[in-house]
């Protein structure tokens, strides 16, 4: 049996990508990795957060109904406070969350929106 080893990247279809690019740099501090055309001229970049990549493809008709991801902070409360300065919509407030391994004991959850509609969730 072929063992996989752990997930490459993530992607999502947003409507503009130097926008959705911003708010990712800005709001998160994911920084610039890569940059292509497919030949059907669909332009793709590709943000880079720690060993995390985060694939945008810019589409016309984008749908992240039901969608959303998750990144980890070191100091949630500083992230929060940071993410409320900067008027990012809020979908669920901060909240106590289950611990699955012992070094979550103690970890919140909170969730926001991007861009295109796709939830954010933050823990730490």
Not at 27 to 52: A, H, M, R, V
Not at 87 to 107: C, F, M, N, S
């Amino acid at each position: 049996m072929v063992k996989f080893k752990r997930i490459d990247h993530i992607a999502l279809h947003v409507k503009n990508l130097l926008v959705s690019k911003e708010f990712y740099k800005f709001n998160f501090g994911f920084i610039d990795y890569y940059e292509q055309i497919t030949p059907s001229g669909i332009k793709i970049s590709y943000l880079k957060l720690g060993d995390t990549i985060l694939e945008l493809v810019e589409r016309q008709d984008p749908c992240s109904g039901g969608f959303h991801w998750c990144i980890e902070t070191d100091d949630f409360d500083v992230a929060v406070s940071q993410l409320k300065k900067n008027q990012v919509e809020l979908v669920q407030a901060p909240h106590p969350t289950d611990a699955r391994e012992l070094r979550e004991k103690g970890w919140r959850r909170v969730v926001y929106k991007g861009p295109d509609g796709e939830q954010i969730e933050l823990r730490g």
